[in-house]
């Protein structure tokens, strides 16, 4: 599968601090690519690098096949958010869309269309910036990197601000982005909904990456649950066979694989109820199992 960005030993240091230190990963289209990291994890960094923003120290990124700097006409191909508040606050949204319209060269309807999209009105596509609260600020962030009908989308922290509704709303957004071949690089801090969206997973510390994979390898749990109608004999029979055997409040959790216990049920005439691989892990305890000893630091990157 071709990948839409690629960073390969991105390394950013500061003086005497390293903020990105050896960072490689891929994203690829059709799927979303979640990247997680506590505060001051580099992510922020890393984005910004991927974007032409800030140079590496060494290492190096694609986007599309090159380096940023050389996309023409960028936003026609990649969408970036990195900061909503990053705007002219006594401009109009539609003013503000309307000169990065005109910089794409754009036909001036595409305004009215992503306002549309992102679901502000024309009363609050008309009222200055400076009135919006951080929620609009952000659907007029995603109105911006979405103007130019790009196949990549870079976005830092995009669902702060939205209330359920609007969490909602960006998570149908997004996913429908990623169905129609897009490719989708997405940074927050809200775990379950990236675990609800993402298709892959980047998890960085301290500024090296920690994990990265298809959500479901990593989210993956090895072993089985199992019940039966004597799950006191089908324990002791899979810990004769060598296999770990926990009791749960709903049967049996075991080191065994499906076939395994299906094998040892049938062979020790025990009738089996419901048998499964065990369920995955949760987002939230993979991220905090893998950042535990990479928390913040005194500097955010």
């Known amino acids: 599968m071709e990948h839409m960005i690629t960073a390969e030993h991105l390394t950013k240091r500061y003086r005497s601090r390293v903020a990105v230190d050896d960072v490689s990963f891929t994203a690829s289209p059709g799927r979303i690519t979640g990247f997680l990291g506590p505060n001051g994890a580099g992510k922020s960094t890393t984005m910004r690098m991927l974007c032409g923003l800030a140079s590496p ?20 191909h990649v969408g970036v958010l990195l900061d909503a508040a990053a705007q002219h ?23 009215e269309e992503v306002l549309e999209l992102v679901g502000l009105t024309p009363s609050e596509g008309g009222s200055r910036i400076r009135g919006y609260s951080l929620g609009m600020r952000q659907r007029l962030g995603l109105a911006a990197a979405l103007l130019g009908d790009p196949q990549v989308l870079i976005l830092d922290e995009p669902a702060n601000g939205l209330d359920p509704a609007g969490i909602r709303w960006m998570r149908g957004l997004l996913t429908s982005f990623a169905a129609a071949g897009g490719t989708v690089l997405l940074s ?13 997973l980047v998890i960085i510390g301290q500024g090296r990456v920690l994990a990265h994979g298809s959500a479901a390898e990593l989210l993956a749990v090895p072993g089985t649950q199992v019940q039966s109608l004597d799950d006191d004999r089908l324990g002791a029979a899979l810990i004769a066979a060598g296999f770990d055997v926990a009791a749960t409040g709903a049967g049996l959790t075991t080191s065994a694989t499906v076939d395994d216990v ?40």
């Open 57 to 76: 120290t060494s290492g190096n990124s694609t986007v599309l096949g090159v380096p940023f700097r050389a996309l023409e006409n960028p936003g026609r």
């Open 262 to 301: 299906g094998r040892i049920a049938l062979g020790a005439a025990i009738v089996v109820t419901d048998l499964r691989p065990a369920a995955n892990a949760g987002l939230e305890e993979l991220f905090f199992t893998m950042t535990a000893q990479h928390g913040r630091e005194d500097v955010s990157a």
């Open 188 to 200: 927050s801090h809200l775990l379950l909904e990236v675990e609800a969206v993402a298709d892959d």
């Open 89 to 111: 606050n006594g401009r109009t949204g539609r003013e503000s869309l309307s000169i990065s319209a005109q910089v794409m060269k754009l036909p001036a309807r595409r305004v």
